[in-house]
Protein backbone atom coordinates (compact mmCIF):
# COMPACT_ATOMS: atom_id res chain seq x y z
CA UNK A 1 0.00 0.00 0.00
CA UNK A 2 2.92 2.43 1.31
CA UNK A 3 4.62 1.39 -2.32
CA UNK A 4 1.80 2.58 -4.36
CA UNK A 5 1.23 5.27 -2.37
CA UNK A 6 4.82 6.56 -3.12
CA UNK A 7 3.98 6.15 -6.98
CA UNK A 8 0.56 8.22 -7.15
CA UNK A 9 3.31 10.90 -5.64
CA UNK A 10 6.05 10.74 -7.89
CA UNK A 11 3.37 10.46 -10.97
CA UNK A 12 1.70 13.93 -9.24
CA UNK A 13 5.32 15.62 -8.80
CA UNK A 14 5.68 14.69 -12.53
CA UNK A 15 2.97 15.94 -13.87
CA UNK A 16 3.43 19.26 -11.74
CA UNK A 17 6.37 19.76 -12.55
CA UNK A 18 5.39 19.22 -16.66
CA UNK A 19 3.11 21.95 -15.67
CA UNK A 20 5.06 24.50 -14.72
CA UNK A 21 7.66 23.92 -16.69
CA UNK A 22 5.53 23.96 -20.22
CA UNK A 23 4.90 27.70 -20.20
CA UNK A 24 8.54 28.49 -19.95
CA UNK A 25 9.47 25.53 -22.62
CA UNK A 26 6.63 27.70 -24.83
CA UNK A 27 8.36 31.05 -24.13
CA UNK A 28 11.54 30.13 -24.63
CA UNK A 29 10.22 28.83 -28.25
CA UNK A 30 8.47 31.79 -29.32
CA UNK A 31 11.63 33.85 -28.41
CA UNK A 32 13.07 31.54 -30.67
CA UNK A 33 10.84 32.26 -33.39
CA UNK A 34 10.89 36.15 -33.15
CA UNK A 35 14.52 35.80 -33.01
CA UNK A 36 14.37 33.84 -36.78
CA UNK A 37 11.46 36.59 -37.56
CA UNK A 38 8.80 33.71 -37.88
CA UNK A 39 6.32 36.24 -36.40
CA UNK A 40 2.91 34.40 -36.81
CA UNK A 41 4.59 31.46 -35.13
CA UNK A 42 6.42 33.36 -32.55
CA UNK A 43 2.64 35.37 -31.64
CA UNK A 44 0.99 31.66 -31.30
CA UNK A 45 3.48 30.16 -29.17
CA UNK A 46 3.23 33.56 -26.97
CA UNK A 47 -0.90 33.49 -26.90
CA UNK A 48 -0.53 29.55 -25.73
CA UNK A 49 1.72 30.70 -23.09
CA UNK A 50 -1.14 33.41 -21.98
CA UNK A 51 -3.55 30.39 -22.60
CA UNK A 52 -1.61 28.17 -19.79
CA UNK A 53 -2.47 31.52 -17.44
CA UNK A 54 0.97 32.54 -17.52
CA UNK A 55 0.76 36.59 -17.18
CA UNK A 56 3.98 38.96 -17.07
CA UNK A 57 5.56 41.96 -18.01
CA UNK A 58 7.70 40.20 -20.44
CA UNK A 59 5.23 38.15 -22.27
CA UNK A 60 3.00 40.95 -22.60
CA UNK A 61 5.81 43.18 -24.39
CA UNK A 62 7.18 40.48 -26.53
CA UNK A 63 3.95 40.02 -27.52
CA UNK A 64 3.20 43.75 -28.23
CA UNK A 65 6.41 43.38 -30.65
CA UNK A 66 5.68 40.41 -32.36
CA UNK A 67 2.09 41.74 -33.63
CA UNK A 68 3.90 45.63 -34.74
CA UNK A 69 6.48 43.20 -36.91
CA UNK A 70 3.15 41.80 -38.17
CA UNK A 71 1.24 45.31 -38.97
CA UNK A 72 -1.11 44.17 -36.77
CA UNK A 73 -1.74 47.45 -34.39
CA UNK A 74 -4.89 46.59 -32.49
CA UNK A 75 -3.57 43.73 -30.32
CA UNK A 76 -0.05 45.28 -30.15
CA UNK A 77 -1.42 48.07 -28.63
CA UNK A 78 -3.31 45.59 -26.68
CA UNK A 79 -0.65 43.93 -25.20
CA UNK A 80 1.14 46.42 -24.13
CA UNK A 81 -1.05 48.30 -22.24
CA UNK A 82 -1.12 44.73 -20.77
CA UNK A 83 2.06 45.14 -19.97
CA UNK A 84 1.77 48.79 -18.61
CA UNK A 85 -1.37 47.58 -16.40
CA UNK A 86 1.16 45.84 -14.47
CA UNK A 87 4.79 47.61 -14.76
CA UNK A 88 3.12 51.39 -15.56
CA UNK A 89 6.79 53.29 -15.73
CA UNK A 90 8.47 50.34 -17.77
CA UNK A 91 10.70 52.44 -20.18
CA UNK A 92 11.14 49.55 -22.77
CA UNK A 93 6.99 49.07 -23.59
CA UNK A 94 6.30 52.88 -23.27
CA UNK A 95 9.00 53.60 -25.50
CA UNK A 96 7.49 50.84 -28.19
CA UNK A 97 3.97 52.05 -27.50
CA UNK A 98 4.63 55.11 -28.74
CA UNK A 99 5.67 54.20 -32.42
CA UNK A 100 2.88 51.82 -32.56
CA UNK A 101 -0.03 54.77 -31.87
CA UNK A 102 2.13 56.86 -34.07
CA UNK A 103 1.17 54.65 -37.44
CA UNK A 104 -2.83 54.37 -35.60
CA UNK A 105 -4.94 56.53 -38.00
CA UNK A 106 -6.70 58.34 -35.20
CA UNK A 107 -4.57 60.97 -33.85
CA UNK A 108 -6.54 62.34 -31.00
CA UNK A 109 -5.26 65.21 -28.38
CA UNK A 110 -5.24 64.67 -24.83
CA UNK A 111 -7.74 67.43 -23.37
CA UNK A 112 -5.84 69.45 -20.71
CA UNK A 113 -6.03 68.92 -17.09
CA UNK A 114 -5.71 71.41 -13.97
CA UNK A 115 -2.19 71.05 -12.74
CA UNK A 116 -3.99 70.38 -9.32
CA UNK A 117 -5.70 67.31 -10.82
CA UNK A 118 -2.25 66.05 -13.00
CA UNK A 119 -0.16 66.30 -9.78
CA UNK A 120 -3.26 64.45 -7.68
CA UNK A 121 -2.80 61.60 -10.09
CA UNK A 122 1.05 61.59 -10.06
CA UNK A 123 0.91 61.12 -5.92
CA UNK A 124 -2.01 58.84 -6.29
CA UNK A 125 -0.01 56.51 -8.76
CA UNK A 126 3.01 56.54 -6.18
CA UNK A 127 1.27 53.49 -4.32
CA UNK A 128 -1.37 50.90 -5.34
CA UNK A 129 -4.69 50.77 -4.09
CA UNK A 130 -4.03 48.17 -2.07
CA UNK A 131 -1.10 49.52 -0.73
CA UNK A 132 -2.74 52.65 0.25
CA UNK A 133 -5.72 50.33 2.33
CA UNK A 134 -2.85 48.90 4.25
CA UNK A 135 -1.63 52.00 5.50
CA UNK A 136 -4.91 53.16 6.18
CA UNK A 137 -5.42 49.70 7.94
CA UNK A 138 -1.98 50.41 10.19
CA UNK A 139 -2.80 53.86 10.76
CA UNK A 140 -5.56 52.66 12.56
CA UNK A 141 -4.21 50.38 14.30
CA UNK A 142 -1.63 52.33 15.82
CA UNK A 143 -4.49 54.86 16.70
CA UNK A 144 -6.30 52.16 18.78
CA UNK A 145 -3.03 51.25 20.47
CA UNK A 146 -2.30 54.85 21.18
CA UNK A 147 -6.17 55.63 22.25
CA UNK A 148 -5.47 52.48 24.70
CA UNK A 149 -2.64 54.18 26.19
CA UNK A 150 -4.24 57.40 26.65
CA UNK A 151 -7.04 55.51 28.27
CA UNK A 152 -4.55 53.56 30.87
CA UNK A 153 -1.97 56.60 31.78
CA UNK A 154 -2.33 58.63 34.80
CA UNK A 155 0.15 61.35 34.31
CA UNK A 156 -1.82 64.29 32.50
CA UNK A 157 1.15 65.60 30.21
CA UNK A 158 1.63 61.59 29.53
CA UNK A 159 -2.29 61.40 28.44
CA UNK A 160 -2.13 64.56 26.39
CA UNK A 161 0.60 63.16 24.74
CA UNK A 162 -0.86 60.04 23.55
CA UNK A 163 -4.23 62.00 22.57
CA UNK A 164 -3.33 63.98 20.51
CA UNK A 165 -0.41 61.29 18.68
CA UNK A 166 -4.23 58.92 18.38
CA UNK A 167 -6.01 62.08 16.97
CA UNK A 168 -2.66 62.38 15.02
CA UNK A 169 -2.74 58.48 13.42
CA UNK A 170 -6.99 58.69 12.97
CA UNK A 171 -6.67 61.85 10.75
CA UNK A 172 -3.83 59.11 9.00
CA UNK A 173 -6.61 57.26 8.74
CA UNK A 174 -9.35 58.83 7.12
CA UNK A 175 -6.73 60.20 4.53
CA UNK A 176 -4.98 57.49 3.43
CA UNK A 177 -8.58 55.96 3.21
CA UNK A 178 -9.68 58.76 0.59
CA UNK A 179 -6.48 58.24 -1.15
CA UNK A 180 -7.15 54.54 -1.50
CA UNK A 181 -10.80 55.22 -2.63
CA UNK A 182 -9.30 57.63 -5.15
CA UNK A 183 -7.06 55.17 -5.93
CA UNK A 184 -9.56 52.92 -6.63
CA UNK A 185 -11.48 54.58 -8.77
CA UNK A 186 -8.12 55.58 -10.84
CA UNK A 187 -7.63 51.65 -11.28
CA UNK A 188 -11.01 50.98 -11.77
CA UNK A 189 -11.64 52.90 -15.18
CA UNK A 190 -13.01 50.85 -18.06
CA UNK A 191 -10.55 51.03 -21.21
CA UNK A 192 -10.82 48.91 -24.49
CA UNK A 193 -8.40 49.30 -27.61
CA UNK A 194 -10.48 49.74 -30.79
CA UNK A 195 -10.67 46.48 -32.67
CA UNK A 196 -11.62 46.51 -36.06
CA UNK A 197 -10.41 48.21 -38.62
CA UNK A 198 -13.04 51.14 -38.89
CA UNK A 199 -15.69 51.48 -36.79
CA UNK A 200 -18.89 54.34 -36.69
CA UNK A 201 -19.49 55.90 -33.10
CA UNK A 202 -23.01 56.68 -33.12
CA UNK A 203 -25.06 59.26 -30.68
CA UNK A 204 -26.80 56.81 -29.45
CA UNK A 205 -26.63 52.96 -28.92
CA UNK A 206 -28.56 51.73 -31.73
CA UNK A 207 -27.71 51.24 -35.59
CA UNK A 208 -30.48 53.43 -36.94
CA UNK A 209 -28.80 56.59 -34.37
CA UNK A 210 -26.51 59.18 -35.87
CA UNK A 211 -23.24 58.59 -36.81
CA UNK A 212 -20.62 61.23 -34.90
CA UNK A 213 -17.56 60.41 -36.48
CA UNK A 214 -15.43 57.09 -37.27
CA UNK A 215 -12.06 55.45 -34.97
CA UNK A 216 -9.88 52.61 -36.09
CA UNK A 217 -7.79 49.92 -35.30
CA UNK A 218 -5.50 50.73 -32.10
CA UNK A 219 -6.95 53.58 -30.44
CA UNK A 220 -7.74 53.47 -26.76
CA UNK A 221 -11.08 54.06 -25.56
CA UNK A 222 -12.48 54.64 -21.95
CA UNK A 223 -16.00 52.58 -21.53
CA UNK A 224 -18.29 54.96 -19.38
CA UNK A 225 -21.45 52.88 -19.60
CA UNK A 226 -22.43 49.60 -21.25
CA UNK A 227 -26.62 48.96 -22.51
CA UNK A 228 -27.03 45.52 -23.86
CA UNK A 229 -24.42 44.98 -27.04
CA UNK A 230 -23.02 48.70 -26.73
CA UNK A 231 -20.91 50.91 -25.06
CA UNK A 232 -21.00 54.33 -24.15
CA UNK A 233 -17.36 55.92 -25.08
CA UNK A 234 -14.83 58.58 -24.06
CA UNK A 235 -11.67 59.62 -25.93
CA UNK A 236 -8.39 61.81 -24.17
CA UNK A 237 -10.13 64.94 -25.90
CA UNK A 238 -13.42 64.56 -24.46
CA UNK A 239 -15.34 63.39 -27.32
CA UNK A 240 -18.13 60.48 -26.42
CA UNK A 241 -20.38 58.51 -28.07
CA UNK A 242 -21.47 54.46 -28.57
CA UNK A 243 -19.72 51.23 -30.25
CA UNK A 244 -20.54 48.12 -30.44
CA UNK A 245 -18.82 45.80 -27.97
CA UNK A 246 -17.79 43.50 -30.30
CA UNK A 247 -15.74 46.11 -32.27
CA UNK A 248 -13.58 46.55 -28.65
CA UNK A 249 -11.61 44.53 -26.81
CA UNK A 250 -11.39 45.55 -22.87
CA UNK A 251 -8.19 45.68 -21.52
Not at 30 to 37: H, P, S, T
Not at 77 to 100: T, W
Not at 144 to 159: D, E, N, R, S
Not at 225 to 243: K, P, V
Amino acid sequence: MQVQNYLWIALWVCFTTLGIAQPEIDFDKANQEYRNENYENAAKLYESVLDQGKHSVDLYFNLGNTYYKLNQLAPSIYYYEKGLQLDPKNKDILNNIQYAQQATVDAIKIKKTSKIKALSKNFLQILSFNTWAVLAIICSIIAAAMFLIYYFTKKPILKRIWFIGSLFFIVSMLFTLLLSYNSFKLSDTNYAIVWDNEVEVRDAPTSSSTRLYYLHEGTKVSITYEEDNWARIMLTDGNEGWIQKQQLKKL
